[in-house]
Protein backbone atom coordinates (compact mmCIF):
# COMPACT_ATOMS: atom_id res chain seq x y z
CA UNK A 1 0.00 0.00 0.00
CA UNK A 2 1.20 3.12 -1.00
CA UNK A 3 1.65 6.06 1.63
CA UNK A 4 3.52 9.43 1.71
CA UNK A 5 4.02 11.54 4.88
CA UNK A 6 4.70 14.79 5.15
CA UNK A 7 6.61 16.53 8.03
CA UNK A 8 8.26 20.09 8.62
CA UNK A 9 5.89 22.68 8.60
CA UNK A 10 5.64 25.13 10.94
CA UNK A 11 5.06 29.25 11.62
CA UNK A 12 7.97 30.96 9.89
CA UNK A 13 8.40 35.01 9.81
CA UNK A 14 8.51 36.58 6.34
CA UNK A 15 12.06 36.04 4.68
CA UNK A 16 12.45 32.81 6.15
CA UNK A 17 13.32 29.54 5.24
CA UNK A 18 11.46 25.64 5.90
CA UNK A 19 12.54 22.54 4.51
CA UNK A 20 9.63 19.70 4.28
CA UNK A 21 9.84 16.20 3.79
CA UNK A 22 8.12 13.69 2.41
CA UNK A 23 8.52 9.84 3.32
CA UNK A 24 7.32 7.41 0.53
CA UNK A 25 6.69 3.73 1.56
CA UNK A 26 4.81 1.24 -0.43
CA UNK A 27 6.42 1.67 -3.92
CA UNK A 28 9.32 -0.79 -5.11
CA UNK A 29 12.00 0.72 -6.85
CA UNK A 30 12.50 4.34 -7.97
CA UNK A 31 10.51 4.92 -11.10
CA UNK A 32 8.49 7.57 -9.91
CA UNK A 33 8.57 10.54 -10.32
CA UNK A 34 7.03 13.04 -7.39
CA UNK A 35 5.37 16.20 -6.55
CA UNK A 36 4.27 18.64 -4.29
CA UNK A 37 1.10 20.57 -4.05
CA UNK A 38 -0.12 23.71 -1.93
CA UNK A 39 -3.74 24.71 -1.10
CA UNK A 40 -4.20 27.97 0.52
CA UNK A 41 -7.89 28.42 2.39
CA UNK A 42 -10.82 29.38 -0.42
CA UNK A 43 -8.14 28.78 -3.43
CA UNK A 44 -7.78 25.28 -5.62
CA UNK A 45 -4.47 22.90 -4.80
CA UNK A 46 -1.84 24.28 -7.01
CA UNK A 47 1.41 22.54 -8.39
CA UNK A 48 4.52 24.10 -6.75
CA UNK A 49 7.52 21.61 -7.62
CA UNK A 50 8.53 18.35 -9.49
CA UNK A 51 10.81 15.80 -9.45
CA UNK A 52 11.07 12.84 -12.25
CA UNK A 53 12.91 9.51 -11.54
CA UNK A 54 16.03 10.59 -12.83
CA UNK A 55 16.04 14.05 -11.33
CA UNK A 56 14.57 16.23 -13.27
CA UNK A 57 12.83 19.27 -11.81
CA UNK A 58 10.24 22.06 -12.62
CA UNK A 59 8.39 25.09 -10.23
CA UNK A 60 5.71 27.27 -10.55
CA UNK A 61 6.92 30.66 -12.15
CA UNK A 62 6.15 32.06 -8.07
CA UNK A 63 8.37 29.74 -5.96
CA UNK A 64 11.38 29.76 -9.08
CA UNK A 65 14.28 30.76 -7.33
CA UNK A 66 13.13 30.16 -3.95
CA UNK A 67 12.12 26.92 -3.63
CA UNK A 68 14.33 23.51 -4.03
CA UNK A 69 12.55 20.29 -5.00
CA UNK A 70 15.34 17.24 -4.16
CA UNK A 71 14.66 13.14 -3.53
CA UNK A 72 17.10 11.32 -1.94
CA UNK A 73 16.21 7.28 -3.50
CA UNK A 74 18.08 5.33 -0.84
CA UNK A 75 16.00 6.83 2.17
CA UNK A 76 12.50 7.07 -0.50
CA UNK A 77 12.29 11.33 0.76
CA UNK A 78 11.47 13.87 -1.08
CA UNK A 79 12.46 17.17 0.36
CA UNK A 80 11.15 20.94 -0.93
CA UNK A 81 13.92 23.53 0.77
CA UNK A 82 11.52 27.21 0.52
CA UNK A 83 13.69 30.03 1.29
CA UNK A 84 12.48 33.73 1.47
CA UNK A 85 9.13 32.64 2.31
CA UNK A 86 6.43 35.16 1.85
CA UNK A 87 2.87 35.30 3.69
CA UNK A 88 1.37 34.51 0.19
CA UNK A 89 3.33 30.83 0.47
CA UNK A 90 1.37 30.64 3.36
CA UNK A 91 -0.75 27.11 2.40
CA UNK A 92 -1.45 22.83 3.69
CA UNK A 93 1.62 22.08 1.75
CA UNK A 94 0.89 18.08 -0.01
CA UNK A 95 3.62 15.58 -1.55
CA UNK A 96 2.23 13.59 -4.27
CA UNK A 97 2.92 10.58 -6.80
CA UNK A 98 1.01 8.87 -9.93
CA UNK A 99 1.58 5.43 -10.54
CA UNK A 100 -0.61 3.95 -13.42
CA UNK A 101 -3.97 6.25 -13.17
CA UNK A 102 -4.01 6.53 -9.90
CA UNK A 103 -3.16 9.41 -7.61
CA UNK A 104 -1.56 9.34 -4.09
CA UNK A 105 -1.35 11.98 -1.35
CA UNK A 106 0.18 12.76 2.12
CA UNK A 107 -1.85 14.56 4.71
CA UNK A 108 -0.74 17.33 4.12
CA UNK A 109 1.57 20.09 6.31
CA UNK A 110 0.64 23.08 7.18
CA UNK A 111 3.20 26.06 6.26
CA UNK A 112 2.08 29.50 7.60
CA UNK A 113 4.09 32.67 7.38
CA UNK A 114 3.62 35.93 9.52
CA UNK A 115 5.30 38.24 11.56
Known amino acids: QVQLVESGGGLVQPGGSLRLSCAVS????????MGWYRQAPGKQRELVATISSRGSTDYADSVKGRFTISRDNAEKTVYLKMNDLRPEDTAVYYC?????????WGQGTQVTVSS
Open 96 to 104: NTKLATRNY
Open 26 to 33: GIIGRNYA
